[in-house]
Nanobody
Framework: QVQLVESGGALVQPGESLRLSCVVSGISIVDATMGWYRQVPGKQREMVAYITRDGTSYYGKPMKGRVTISRDDAKNMAHLQIDNVTPGDTAVYYC??????????WGQGTQVTVSS
């Protein structure tokens, strides 16, 4: 059974930093694209960042310049570093696994709340 479990979400103050982690079990992330998305109630889920199997990263406009995505294939994990958070970053953040032969899998999400 494939599982993606996110962690690291928290209540933080504007300007602080946060590191989200996603651990994958039941399948290897080698050769997969790993991504982070976020969603607020009533809005569509949007892409924050994704990283391809060769380590090339892509960033969505909303958080570009403040986030860094990374992967650790040996530990079957992906991470998202968020710097200088703003209240607009409040959302549930989801981890996503994509590999053509295996399909797409999502985690259950981790809540990030930015408030002073």
């Amino acid at each position: 059974q494939v599982q993606l479990v996110e962690s690291g979400g928290a209540l933080v103050q504007p300007g602080e930093s946060l590191r989200l982690s996603c651990v994958v079990s039941g399948i290897s992330i080698v050769d997969a694209t790993m991504g982070w998305y976020r969603q607020v109630p009533g809005k569509q889920r949007e892409m924050v960042a994704y990283i391809t199997r060769d380590g090339t990263s892509y960033y969505g406009k909303p958080m570009k310049g403040r986030v860094t995505i990374s992967r650790d294939d040996a530990k079957n994990m992906a991470h998202l570093q968020i710097d200088n958070v703003t209240p607009g970053d409040t959302a549930v953040y989801y981890c996503r696994f994509d590999r053509a032969v295996d399909g797409t899998y999502w985690g259950q999400g981790t809540q990030v709340t930015v408030s002073s």
